[in-house]
C-alpha cells in the first residue's frame, strides 16, 4: 500500500514557477512509476508527466516539454514536479499516482494523491 501527498500548488502569474512535491509512505515506494497528471474543470484527467523507478523512463506531454521537469528521489520517499513558464492553461488541479509502467492511461496507475490546485493568472 502507498499513499501519496502532493504539495507546492498555489496561485501563480504567467510566466512564473511553481515546485510540486509528492510524498509518498510505504517501503516499496522505489519500486513504482510514479506519475503527475492534472485535471481542470470539465476536462478530462491527463497525463502530464512520468517517471519509471530507476528514472530510465521518462515521459512528458507534449505541452510542457521544455517547460516541466520530473524527478524522485526513492531515499526520501519523494516525487517532484519542477514547473516553469507557467501558462494560464496549465491551470489545473494535479494530481501525483503511483504506478507499475510509465504510461499515459490514469486507469494504470493504482494510487492516488488527493491533489493540489494550481492557478496560473494571465
Known amino acids: 500500500q502507498v499513499q501519496l501527498v502532493e504539495s507546492g500548488g498555489g496561485l501563480v502569474q504567467a510566466g512564473g514557477s511553481l515546485r510540486l512535491t509528492c510524498a509518498a509512505s510505504g517501503r516499496t515506494f522505489s519500486r513504482y512509476t510514479m506519475g503527475w497528471f492534472r485535471q481542470a474543470p470539465g476536462k478530462e484527467r491527463q497525463i502530464v508527466a512520468a517517471i519509471s523507478w530507476n528514472e530510465r523512463s521518462i515521459t512528458y506531454t507534449d505541452s510542457v516539454k521544455g517547460r516541466f521537469t520530473i524527478s524522485r528521489d526513492n531515499t526520501k520517499n519523494t516525487v517532484d514536479l519542477q514547473m516553469n513558464t507557467l501558462k494560464p492553461e496549465d491551470t489545473a488541479v494535479y494530481y501525483c499516482?503511483?504506478?507499475?509502467?510509465?504510461?499515459?492511461?490514469?486507469?494504470?496507475?493504482?494510487?492516488w494523491g488527493q491533489g493540489t490546485q494550481v492557478t496560473v493568472s494571465s
Open positions: 499516482a503511483a504506478g507499475w509502467t510509465v504510461t499515459a492511461f490514469p486507469k494504470s496507475y493504482e494510487y
